[in-house]
T-cell receptor, first 111, second 113 residues
């Protein structure tokens, strides 16, 4: 699976949009981009995933660049409860492939 | 629709004892994954099981650790003769199929005294 690079930490004001970037310049054509988050002391929580089209669900939006070398997770109106470590993972979606977690981005949402 | 369940949530063992961690996947999920998170570190894959079969155990230590997912009942991660270095949070995840997203349980925090 391709390697991802994320900033170590980010800050966001409550109510503002949080934009979390991820670089995956060596991504292969059959690899999806997955986002998970881990709130302190809890199990990781699935957020969203996509291949090349932008995706949106009730939690977030995922914007993938046309060359697929980077993506951005957008939390449109961040709340204090969104404070967590956010992991960007690339993974093949056919056959078997496990999740490889990196260090992620620590997002701190402040009042 | 209950999520992934793990028990116990906290487990304390003395060095040399055995630890048994249980994971009940989401309803309808037959694929189970175990991960370990050492203090101040990221999650590391340990083992992937599909009902009664171990598919990938490449992340599991060769000694003292074993996992099973019987036809009936939860998946079990067993650690024999625990040592202080086994202290960690152990997370289980399940998926509907091997291609689908994995959903994680709340974890079991093992402390070895």
């Amino acid at each position: 699976d391709a390697k991802t690079t994320q900033p170590t930490s980010m800050d966001c004001a409550e109510g503002r949009a949080a934009n979390l970037p991820c670089n995956h310049s060596t991504i292969s054509g059959n690899e999806y981009v997955y986002w998970y988050r881990q709130i302190h002391s809890q199990g990781p929580q699935y957020i969203i995933h996509g291949l090349k089209n932008n995706e949106t669900n009730e939690m977030a939006s995922l914007i993938i660049t046309e060359d697929r070398k980077s993506s951005t997770l957008i939390l449109p109106h961040a709340t204090l409860r969104d404070t967590a470590v956010y992991y960007c993972i690339v993974r093949v979606n056919s056959g078997y492939s496990t999740l490889t977690f990196g260090k992620g981005t620590m997002l701190l949402v402040s009042p | 629709n209950a999520g992934v369940m793990q028990n116990p949530r906290h487990l304390v063992r003395r060095r040399g004892q055995e630890a048994r961690l249980r994971c009940s996947p989401m309803k309808g999920h037959s694929h189970v994954y175990w991960y370990r998170q050492l203090p101040e570190e990221g999650l590391k894959f340990m083992v992937y099981l599909q009902k009664e079969n171990i598919i990938d155990e490449s992340g599991m230590p060769k000694e003292r650790f074993s996992a099973e997912f019987p036809k009936e009942g939860p998946s079990i991660l067993r650690i024999q003769q625990v040592v202080r270095g086994d202290s960690a949070a152990y997370f289980c995840a399940s998926s509907l199929d091997r291609d689908n997203e994995q959903f994680f349980g709340p974890g079991t925090r093992l402390t070895v005294l």
